[in-house]
């Protein structure tokens, strides 16, 4: 769906500022730390493959739809952390419901899904709340209120002193806070559409065991369609993630 390459995008770029040397496959080709990888013009599956195979890869993001899910799978075991994006209008339900299950399934860890989004929520209805990341504009929504007071996780947006910011909450704890004004730039796409995201993309990151301060401090350096890559970092424990369309 639209949007979630630009979420990878942010993922990957709060990843490498965090120390992770990153891969990313998505429809513009393949990537490690900024550099591209995998054959030229390679298949999808080709391309996951090189980049799951280099030992230099700590961290695997990519992108797929329901409807792959189901037609060709995973293309990797398992994931550690998936967000579930929105999901088209015109979109076949049955099958997009069969590859929601795989992809949860197939997660391990934490799922991130929108708090307004009924199709997600209802595939991850029998998550525990620690095990979920609701992302919303705005902490009004009863579905938050509700996860947050079951001891889950959730980002939103908020406003503070007049500023409007995005928030990551745990339980009744705010872990840290981020100022839009941050982390927008002259955009190819419209100011509401960046910020939902960047909030999947910080949902992500924190989901993975990023921390606030690191996530504070990759989108306060720059916006990652517009900074050029950082330099490679130190290691840090291996992952995988994915983000359905």
Known sequence: AQGSG???????????????????VAGKGAFIDGVPAGPDGAQRWRATRAVLR?????????????????????????????????????????ETRQGLDVMVRATRGPLVVAAQNKLALE????????????????????????????????VVTARDGGESVIVLLDGDATVASIPVKTIRSPARREPGDRLVEH??????????GISGEDIVSALSDGDPDDKADVAPMPRAPAQLVSVPA
């Open 54 to 94: 280099d030992p230099r890869v700590e961290v695997f993001i990519s992108t797929v739809s329901p409807g792959s899910l189901v037609k060709r799978g995973l293309l990797h075991d398992v994931c550690e952390s998936a967000a579930i994006l929105n999901i088209p209008g015109d979109a076949n339900i049955e």
């Open 6 to 24: 630009a979420v990878a995008r942010v993922l990957y770029h709060i990843a490498r500022s965090s120390g992770l040397t990153a891969g990313y």
């Open 123 to 154: 595939a991850v209805r029998d998550r525990d709340a620690d095990r979920l990341v609701l992302v919303s504009r705005g902490a009004g929504n009863v579905a938050i209120r509700r996860h947050l007071e079951a001891g889950g996780r959730a």
């Open 199 to 208: 909030l999947f993309g910080v949902a992500l990151a924190w989901s993975m």
